[in-house]
């Protein structure tokens, strides 16, 4: 005889819990929503009380709890092994967190140094020529940027500091230091020249640098990097193309600085971009370029 609490067949029960009747089945197999089985026609029957249950065990499904786990939650309660198990799990959500909000800053940052070359004058050219035989040229041109943060690592040998290869140290220096913050993104990354170097044609890395595209407090983060705010500042920018003499690129930027006898409020910070692949397998490699100044 059917019992009066275990009144809902397996239909209306899976329909209360928007589930399927095989959902049903398995948890009974599996032993961890066993229903009333009526001994006169061997039919199924669940009871309302029984829809918290289904809750709790499809909320520990979506947290990632194996139907074993959840078993042994269900066959042998304690409150300690519940609130390990349960802090385990936020801990393990954290990260997850931590890493998805890395994700979007990285692509934030990249998307703003997409936007920074179409910025720059004939920047969207710079794919059309690549497939031809010359390099692309832009001229400096000069734009404001709303709130950007650098966080720098000083070269440790900048007189020898020419191109990336001789840096290696250094590179896996800033590598570790940022890898500690985890509100910090890595990429996109580059170095820095300081003006006075443009200046006396001393091409040599001062720094190494990651950035934010939000403002940062000081902070722990004094304790590991020389840091950099430009808010609501003037910068003059271009792009440059690896086929062509990067010191052309310099000339120009300091040719536009003098002529527009305009300020210099920073280094000169070059981002390492992308490689790019012609049609005729040409090959380049794009560097933004941008120095703060004021009018």
């Known amino acids: 005889m059917k019992s009066v609490e275990y009144n809902l067949t397996v239909k209306q029960f899976a329909k209360l819990c928007n589930t399927t009747r095989d959902t049903l089945r398995h948890y009974y197999e599996t032993g961890i929503l066993i229903p009333y089985i009526d001994e006169d026609n061997g039919y199924h029957y669940y009871s309302s009380a029984q829809l918290g249950s289904f809750y709790y065990i499809n909320n520990l499904r979506e947290l990632g709890y194996s139907i074993k786990d959840i078993r042994q939650f269900m066959s042998s309660f304690s409150l300690s092994s519940y609130s390990n198990l349960f802090e385990a799990k936020r801990s393990e959500i954290n990260q997850l967190i931590k890493k ?39 001229s ?33 220096c800033h590598i570790d230091k940022i ?39 000081k902070k722990s983060y004094s304790k590991s990097f020389d840091m950099d705010y430009l808010k609501d500042q003037t910068i003059l920018h271009c792009v440059h193309d690896s086929r062509q003499d ?30 790019i692949y012609g049609i005729k397998h040409q090959h380049s490699y794009l560097k933004y370029l941008m120095i703060a100044v004021n009018k």
């Open 140 to 172: 400096p041109k000069l734009s404001s940027v709303k709130d950007i943060c650098f966080f720098k690592t000083s070269i440790q040998t900048p007189n020898m500091a020419t191109n990336m290869s001789k840096i290696t140290k250094d590179i896996n």
């Open 246 to 275: 990067i010191r052309k690129s310099y000339d120009a930027i300091i040719k536009k600085i003098k002529a527009d006898n305009l300020k210099v409020c920073s280094d000169l910070y070059i981002f390492s971009l992308f490689n």
């Open 179 to 217: 890898k500690c913050f985890d509100d910090v993104t890595l990429l996109p990354m580059g170095s820095t020249i300081s003006f006075s170097c443009l200046e006396s044609k001393d091409f040599h890395y001062n720094d190494l640098f990651s950035f934010s595209l939000k403002s940062k407090k």
């Open 100 to 138: 998805l909000e890395s994700d979007l800053r990285t692509i934030e940052q990249i998307q703003w140094l997409v936007k920074q070359i179409d910025l720059c004058e004939e920047g969207l050219k710079i794919n059309q020529n690549i497939q031809d035989a010359g390099p692309v040229t832009t």
